[in-house]
């Protein structure tokens, strides 16, 4: 669900609170200029943060399919294409091929309960 805030802020609800468990993930899919993008909130010591999907390395997203976004001991976010690690809290690149370029972060909110993120490009 996409809810006009003002006219330049839009949220897009993601999920409740509790389907985010310490170490999960939820991909949200939005429009932004007439593009479709894929963000992902994760829950990361149990605090949310909201980041676009796309790696600033190749511009490919990190992957959600299979082994997931966090690295093996759940302290970074991976690229698997190339392993970059970013800070969970940041989204900044502490190891890999893109080490000035972090993840896009965006704002993100909890409004009775449900997550919403303001996206952005
Ligand atoms: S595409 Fe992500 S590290 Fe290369």
């Known amino acids: 669900m996409e809810v006009q805030v003002t006219n330049t ?4 609800e993601v999920c409740r609170v509790e389907e985010l468990q310490d170490g999960d993930f939820k991909s949200f899919n939005y429009n932004y200029d ?3 993008y ?51 809290t940041t989204g900044k690149c502490v190891s890999g091929p893109c080490p000035i370029a972090p993840l896009l972060k965006f704002d993100i909110q909890e409004i009775e309960g449900v997550i919403f993120v303001s996206p952005k490009m």
Not at 9 to 12: E, K, M
Request: with cysteine; hydrophobic share 40%.
């Open 9 to 12: 802020q839009t949220l897009i």
């Open 34 to 36: 007439g593009y479709a």
């Open 38 to 88: 894929e963000g992902v909130v994760i829950n990361y010591r149990n605090n949310l943060y909201a980041y676009l999907n796309i790696c600033p390395h190749a511009g490919i997203p990190l992957d959600t399919s299979q082994e997931g976004l966090f690295n093996a001991d759940g302290s970074y976010l991976i690229c698997r294409k190339h392993w970059a690690l970013f800070e969970p």
